[in-house]
């Protein structure tokens, strides 16, 4: 018999597990915690199935959530090493700094992170200064850089690990480690290490140099080439990938974005002003015969007069043989014996058809989940053509060095203006960590997510992604073209959606001018009223091949001239000629 999990045991010692217990009630403070803001979280489920290894340290883990993990635990020794070598700087000990931090500043530490964490205050304290020893000596290639200057020398311990040009697997996998929402340290920490540590020559501040790196750790990871920068205050940012956000998200002025608008997944999609052109197709799905006689009626009214006299003698023509008694008696028929006669027997079904597509397209099942409501749209069904769609239809690309608020569209020109974007190994999980972060953090639109929304909306193939790094605004590091197009295709779950109105304006009016195009409009045309209609039309044209066939038939028996002067004149028939 299986037991519960919820009462099974892993290895806790019960009286550690009591005592932990003990000075969490009785040694915390709840209204101190209570004024910390959480600012290191978990990745969200949802974000987290799509892709792992984009959230989970594969290297090194900074900080307790994976410090544990025995894939990246062996860091621990060159841990150790930055840690002895960063003491030889400081202007007390390193355990002096430790007690300082456990003193200080052990209940903001706590309060930081969303999770419980279970272990005392000295292995918390003695983990995290370990680890802010290693993440500023690998933080120190990036203010060289920063500052114009070269890293002479890297410690022999750290040589196949830290690597100046940035070129390494071992640094590369570093780099992505660091900017991950679950491997983050606060960095009023990391700013009351460095003001410990012996002033250099140019005597900058803690806050500068540590800016300084940030800065160049910036340059070395953002895929966009702004040419104005946000001026972010370190003091502001709480740890080195909330900086990175707001160095790379605008703020709410420059999107004209003030407040926040949610919206939930339902049936009208996610741009439902943008429908323009929907609309022109839904008014024909109910009603395309009437249409499609009336487009066909305008037509001929537009021909010669010759050729619109031929039609009225031939409409003159056979409302006479509908007169015809043979054929009265026929359409008095019962439907069942209609349908069961030899030649009528095999339009029976094209006929049934026929009358469901008139009753609109009510018999079509939409999509169903597992519980058989009707399926939510997810992300990839934004609104908006792709590249090559757009291509086909007059639009022009144009790059723009900048950033995500330099995205414009250009109604009179047709012109996409989109932020020249480099991508390489480490862009996917720069981006996929910062739309995380942000879902957890952002009181306002969802910036990032609705930016990454917006590219994989236009980047469906790799014809897409060729199109766009022929044009300068993709500049692809990667292996090949359809990778770009992976890149940004998997980046299609995101834990909810918001509007953010200067881009979904810009696909609205992307949407407009794209649906006015005429070859769209005669693609539609064609679609709705030709190919959608194929079945009415097979069954007009075997309609009329036995019309002309019983027309045949009956003036071999008959003399159809001699008939048609028998007839009384149809009254009206002297106006239509």
Aim: aromatic residues 10%; charged residues 25%; proline residues 4%.
């Amino acid at each position: 018999m299986v037991s519960s999990s919820s009462f099974s045991k892993a290895n806790i010692d019960e009286d550690k597990w009591v005592e932990g217990m003990r000075k969490s009630i009785v040694e915390h403070d709840d209204e101190q915690m209570g004024k910390i803001p959480v600012c290191i979280f978990t990745v969200p489920k949802v974000l987290l199935d799509t892709n792992p290894s984009c959230y989970i340290p594969q290297q090194v883990a900074l900080g307790p959530y994976h410090h544990w993990r025995p894939e990246v635990y062996d860091m621990q020794r060159f841990k150790l090493a930055a840690a002895r070598r960063t003491q030889r700087y400081m202007n007390v000990s390193f355990e002096r700094i430790v007690e300082i931090m456990k003193k200080h500043d052990e209940v903001r530490i706590r309060g930081c992170y969303h999770k419980f964490l279970d272990m005392s205050g000295d292995a918390l304290m003695w983990m995290m200064a370990v680890d802010m020893a290693f993440l500023l000596e690998f933080l120190l290639v990036y203010s060289m850089k920063q500052e114009g200057r070269s890293l002479a020398r890297v410690a022999s311990e750290m040589s196949h690990l830290v690597d100046a040009a940035g070129k390494k697997l071992s640094h590369v996998a570093i780099l992505r480690d660091l900017v991950m929402v679950e491997n983050q340290i606060p960095l009023f920490l990391i700013k009351t290490m460095m003001e410990h540590q012996h002033r250099e020559t140019h005597n900058k501040s803690p806050g500068e140099k540590l800016k300084s790196m940030l800065m160049g750790l910036y340059h070395e990871l953002s895929p966009f080439h702004e040419q104005e920068l946000a001026d972010v205050r370190i003091d502001d940012c709480d740890h080195i990938l909330d900086f990175l956000y707001h160095m790379t998200v605008p703020n709410n002025k420059e999107l004209h974005t003030y407040d926040a608008i949610e919206i939930e997944y339902d049936h009208q999609g996610i741009m439902e002003e943008a429908h323009d052109g929907a609309q022109e197709e839904s008014f024909a799905k109910h009603t395309n015969l009437p249409k499609m006689v009336w487009i066909f009626m305008k037509i001929l009214s537009k021909l010669k007069a010759g050729m619109v006299w031929i039609f009225e003698k031939m409409v003159w023509i056979f409302k006479k043989i509908i007169l015809l008694r043979p054929v009265a008696l026929v359409t008095k028929f019962p439907w069942k014996i209609i349908s069961s006669l030899p030649i009528l027997k095999n339009m029976k079904e094209p006929i049934e058809q026929m009358l469901e597509h008139f009753r609109g397209e009510e018999g079509e099942e939409k999509p169903k989940d597992e519980s058989g409501e009707p399926k939510s749209p997810t992300m990839e069904e934004i609104t908006i053509p792709s590249v090559t769609e757009m291509a086909e239809a007059g639009f022009l690309f144009s790059p723009v060095n900048g950033g995500i608020s330099d995205i414009s569209f250009d109604v009179k020109t047709c012109t996409l203006y989109l932020p020249v974007v480099e991508l390489d190994v480490n862009t996917e999980v720069y981006l996929r960590n910062l739309v995380a972060y942000e879902a957890c953090v952002a009181a306002g639109p969802l910036v990032m997510a609705r930016y990454t929304e917006l590219m994989n909306g236009i980047i469906d193939t790799e014809e897409d992604a060729k199109y766009l790094r022929e044009r300068g605004i993709v500049v692809n590091h990667l292996k090949s073209d359809k990778e770009v197009a992976d890149l940004w295709n998997g980046m299609s779950k995101s834990v909810k959606l918001t509007k953010v109105v200067k881009m979904d304006k810009v696909v609205t009016d992307v949407n407009k001018m794209y649906g006015q195009a005429w070859r769209v409009k005669s693609a539609k045309y064609l679609k709705t009223y030709v190919f959608a209609s194929w079945k009415i039309l097979t069954l007009l044209a075997a309609l009329f091949m036995l019309f002309l066939t019983t027309v045949q038939a009956f003036c071999s028996v008959y003399s159809c001239a001699r008939v048609f002067h028998q007839l009384p004149e149809i009254t009206g028939s002297e106006g239509a000629e």
